[in-house]
């Protein structure tokens, strides 16, 4: 799902129901405390939040659900490099 990088992967979430920068900036604290994540882009006008993370420490799984108990829904994942 993933896309591999030299230290790690990058992933893309699909965030529907991110419609501010104050979204935006709940969703970047969530998957930015999470151990494991590198980097994490949000953008609330494409709906979608780009991450880099290490494979080894946090799975897709689990940046899902830090979103989710932030209070958002990922409606997909995919790998950076399926865009």
């Given amino acids: 799902m993933a896309s591999d990088k030299q230290n790690g992967s990058t992933v893309i979430l699909k ?8 979204c935006a900036r709940t969703i ?6 999470k151990d494991g994540v ?4 949000i953008n ?3 709906k979608r939040a780009t991450v880099d993370y290490e494979p ?5 799984k689990d940046m ?5 108990e932030a209070g ?3 409606d997909e994942t995919k790998a950076a490099d399926e865009e």
């Fill in 15 to 22: 965030i529907s129901d991110m419609n501010c920068a104050a």
């Fill in 56 to 60: 080894g420490i946090i799975s897709e």
């Fill in 64 to 68: 899902v659900k830090a979103v989710e």
């Fill in 72 to 74: 958002y829904n990922v």
């Fill in 44 to 46: 609330p006008s494409q």
């Fill in 38 to 41: 590198v980097k994490a882009s």
């Fill in 28 to 33: 970047d604290e969530a998957l930015s405390s």
